[in-house]
């Protein structure tokens, strides 16, 4: 079946008790057991529940992966994925990655959990050379948030299986509608279903996707052991509204590249970051790897800091606030916000700069949108 109607069906008609038709939700911290000795496949909602599993054999269907963890949050995802490293293992993460996934990167390894470096996934010799240093795990952002660069997935994941690296990949930006990460090499794909997935902004999650059962087998023990585990009813809200996922990504798409044209010529925006563009240095890539460029974007506003808080303090239907994926728009200032616990200097080099402003662009009209940004941009411009 098409991606579309898998996630229409997931878990439709799967009632045995009273065949309903949507799955029911199975609250119950346990489960009766028939008897002492005798284990049955649900008895502790930690270990296992109905309903989480509905959402990760969906998650699972979508990835192309051979199970799934669904976690508390996508910081419990990654939180859950970089257990699988030892003191001694190495892990390589790009330079400009999420600000809380960099700021977790960093605070770990500096307990000594495992080995850190940060490095240009973008540089193809960057990369080559890192692994010479025989990495046990490479972590990929793509797009990267904020400035939306694109990595070379199945470039960077061959050469990782060449020294026994596991490929982890982020791919909350795109959902599984738009990249398949697992299907270009990576080990492990990975979401904040608070975002795209759910995508009506009432439920924080995440997911861990793997197409490798002894991976599962370790990511399985570690949610279990840390209780990184999703709770029933948001894993029933988020399947809810990943039943919508391709509806709302095509439409959003469509108001984004709109969005991106409408900025790129503007005279009062100094650059655009959007793969669909083909300014985009990353464009080449973008269009090989993904079935669609997304509903992320980010530009610099010209001038100074006081032209950033005068353009956002004039939206009307883009509202400031942190989080993304949404069937409404949100505009996000990175430097003071998703991306401040970077620090400075990790900011500057990422590109993290005070001019810079992230959409998430929604499935409001198009119209609407563009006149919103329009009048904004034409009052710092007065």
Same mark, same amino acid.
């Given at each position: 079946?098409?991606? =579309? ?40 909602? +930690?270990?296992?529940?109905?309903? +989480? ?15 799934? @963890?669904?976690?508390? =949050? ?11 490293? $030892? ?44 692994? !010479? ?29 060449? @020294? ?30 608070? !975002? ?10 995440? @997911? ?42 095509? +439409?959003?798409?469509? $108001? ?34 993904? =079935? ?14 006081? $032209? ?38 990790? +900011?500057? !080099? ?24 329009? =009048? ?7």
């Amino acid at each position: 079946m098409k991606k =579309s109607t898998l996630i229409v069906q997931a878990g439709i008609a799967h009632d045995a008790a009273h065949k309903s038709v949507i799955p029911p939700i199975y609250l119950s911290s346990t489960f009766e057991m028939d008897g002492i000795g005798e284990h049955s496949k649900y008895e502790y909602s +930690r270990t296992k529940n109905p309903t +989480r599993d509905e959402l990760a054999n969906a998650i699972t269907e979508l990835e192309g992966g051979v199970g799934a @963890c669904v976690t508390s =949050s996508g910081m419990a995802a990654l939180t859950l994925i970089i257990h699988l490293l $030892n003191p001694d293992d190495l892990l390589i993460a790009p330079f400009d990655c999420y600000g809380r996934s960099y700021r977790l990167l960093c605070a770990l390894s500096e307990k000594g959990h495992f080995k850190l470096k940060f490095i240009n996934q973008y540089d193809a010799d960057e990369v080559r050379q890192s692994f !010479k240093a025989n990495p046990k795990m490479v972590l990929i952002e793509s797009p990267s948030n904020p400035v939306m660069r694109i990595a070379d997935i199945k470039n960077i994941a061959t050469q990782a299986k060449s @020294c026994g690296a596991m490929t982890v990949c982020d791919n909350t930006f795109l959902s599984p509608m738009l990249q398949q990460p697992l299907e270009l090499g990576a080990d492990i794909s990975f979401h904040s279903t608070t !975002k795209f997935i759910n995508g009506h902004g009432d439920v924080v999650g995440g @997911c861990v996707v793997t197409n490798d059962s002894d991976i599962l087998t370790d990511l399985e023990f570690w949610a279990n052991s840390l209780g990184l585990i999703g709770a029933p009813f948001d894993s029933y809200m988020t399947l809810r509204g990943m039943r919508t996922l391709e509806l709302r990504i095509t +439409r959003a798409q469509e $108001n984004a590249m709109k969005i991106a044209e409408m900025l790129d010529a503007h005279e009062m925006v100094s650059a655009v970051y959007y793969p669909a563009l083909k300014s985009h240095p990353n464009h080449d890539i973008a269009r090989a790897q993904q =079935s669609g460029f997304g509903a992320m974007l980010s530009f610099d506003v010209k001038g100074d800091i006081g $032209n950033v808080k005068k353009f956002v303090d004039r939206l009307e239907i883009f509202r400031l606030a942190q989080s993304l994926g949404g069937t409404e728009s949100l505009i996000n200032h990175p430097a003071t916000m998703t991306h401040v616990s970077m620090g400075e200097e990790a +900011r500057a !080099k990422a590109g993290v700069t005070d001019n810079l402003l992230r959409l998430s662009v929604g499935i409001e009209h198009m119209d609407d949108l563009l006149n919103d940004l329009n =009048s904004a941009l034409k009052h710092i411009g007065n």
